[in-house]
């Protein structure tokens, strides 16, 4: 989930050109290095939402606190997603992928020794950073070792399956390592599963690199990293400090101005680290916004969904974990069947199938109260877990589905960055709106004040209903132009 590059993208280009890898006989297993960097991404998003009460509890953390452990680490992930793919191309994916992998390791060990929360939020941005560089570099791995497309299909399939086992793994290993250990454990875990990467990764990954990498644009990294963090902060300290008070109002006005101003300047750019142009295509934008939509929903109902089941129910984080895999479950059985539809029937119907679930879920959600049957919660989470695992599929293929095959392997890059926008959106807005409105003991308040929060998870939903429905046509579907040329080496070869 937390930082995965969409790995439903067997045409993209990013390894066009390259040389065949020399390690044939091991591509197998570089397939499996590179599910385990994804694996423990995956694993980590999870783990730390259900940690959250205990860190609450030892770190003495306020509930604005508690969002900026889940949101330092996502704004400096969607940051810098499409930067870690450029310094890739240019410097060597496996060097690039081992310092991802160092960085995460050092991240993780650094949270689990924090003794405030300050701390724990600045190396959660170092444990990101590492993150940044392991699952889209891993894609341009596995794109450079299959060069076979009926191969490469089958591995991204194999990808694409264990970022499912992630989702359903991380309550129930979470839950247990919390009520085992405690919360420095969901951090220490990745260490030892880094450090068998890193040592497979030196003896059995190959270097490569792009023949023409595109230009880094320093500007344009800046521009982005300051829209999405005063944006951030203005929502998540708003009710704090009053969303007429100064520093909010220029948080808002600095990440507006931030954003027009990426607009423009890339815009005049040849080779830009966003390009604004793909936005032309209604297919394309559909995609970016429901993807918004869609992982926003999904981490504000994780977040809300562990301070409710843990504060007000007050479940262990075990307990927690094992509520919640009705939700994981539906959601590694409808991602492959979301996968065939597209395929047989295009993206329409499985959007608007999410969409349905995560309204239903929102909407149902509304009426919790602490007194809430066990039997209801699992019909939402169900409910949800269906939508979520609807989804994925035709955002990607919605993406990629009018650019240039050159340009694939960017539209999903970008797609990437904004599901990691939306999972920041998702805590800093529900978790805004819901934790300021509780009023009296957190545990009998929490749960009327989270209303706003679920209703607003529905109109998420809603707006995928919509988005699916508008976007997703024939006509729809058409490029975006007009499209940077292609590089000599790289026909524009449309994506079917």
Not at 365 to 381: H, K, N, S
Request: one cysteine or more.
């Amino acid at each position: 989930m937390a930082g995965a590059t969409s790995p439903a993208t067997p045409g993209h280009a990013d390894g066009e050109g390259d040389r065949p890898p020399p390690h044939h006989r091991h591509k197998w297993l570089i397939l499996g290095i590179c599910c385990i960097s994804l694996f423990m991404v995956g694993l980590d998003t999870t783990i730390v939402n259900l940690a959250l009460p205990s860190i609450q509890e030892d770190l003495d953390a306020t509930p604005s606190g508690l969002q900026w452990t889940v949101d330092a680490y996502t704004v400096v992930l969607a940051s810098l997603l499409m930067l870690s793919g450029s310094m890739a191309d240019r410097f060597g994916r496996r060097r690039t992928f081992q310092t991802g992998l160092l960085l995460f390791s050092l991240g993780s060990l650094l949270c689990g020794l924090a003794s405030d929360t300050g701390s724990l939020i600045a190396f959660r941005m170092v444990q990101a950073t590492g993150g940044a560089m392991l699952n889209p570099v891993a894609v341009s791995i596995i794109a450079n070792t299959f060069t076979d497309l009926r191969e490469r299909a089958r591995a991204i399939g194999m990808w694409g399956a264990v970022a499912g086992v992630s989702i359903a793994l991380g309550p129930v290993v979470g839950g247990a390592l919390v009520d085992s250990t405690g919360w420095q454990a969901v951090f220490w875990v990745n260490l030892p599963v880094a450090a068998l990467a890193l040592a497979l990764t030196a003896l059995f990954v190959p270097e490569s690199k792009a023949p023409r990498p595109r230009r880094l644009d320093p500007v344009g990294q800046l521009l982005v990293i300051v829209a999405l963090a005063t944006l951030t902060f203005g929502i998540i300290e708003g009710p704090v400090k009053g969303w007429d008070s100064a520093p909010i109002v220029g948080c808002f006005t600095v990440a507006v101005a931030a954003a027009v101003s990426l607009i423009r300047y890339e815009l005049r750019r040849a080779e830009p680290l966003l390009d604004v142009r793909f936005f032309r295509s209604p297919s394309f934008s559909g995609a970016i916004a429901s993807a918004v939509c869609g992982f926003a929903a999904l981490a504000g109902f994780l977040f809300l969904n562990a301070l409710y089941l843990q504060d007000v129910k007050e479940f262990s984080p075990l307990h927690t974990g094992l509520l919640t895999l009705p939700m994981a479950a539906m959601t590694l059985v409808s991602s492959p069947l979301a996968g065939r539809i597209v395929g047989a029937r295009g993206p329409r119907v499985p959007m608007v199938i999410a969409g349905a679930g995560t309204a239903a879920c929102g909407l149902l959600l509304t009426q919790v109260r602490a007194d809430t049957p066990i039997w209801y919660l699992v019909i939402a989470y169900v409910a949800f877990g269906i939508g979520f695992g609807m989804l994925d599929a035709p955002l990607t293929y919605s993406a990629v589905s009018g650019m240039p095959r050159s340009q694939a392997g960017v539209a999903a890059a970008v797609t990437s960055t904004g599901r990691q926008v939306g999972a920041a959106l998702g805590v800093a807005v529900l978790g805004s709106v819901s934790t300021a409105r509780v009023h009296g003991p957190f545990s009998s308040g929490f749960p009327g004040a989270s209303h706003l929060g679920w209703a607003i998870m529905a109109g998420c939903g809603l707006a995928i209903m919509a988005l699916g429905l508008l976007t997703t046509g024939s006509r729809a579907r058409r490029p975006a132009e007009p499209s940077p040329e292609p590089a000599p080496d790289q026909p524009a070869e449309r994506v079917p």
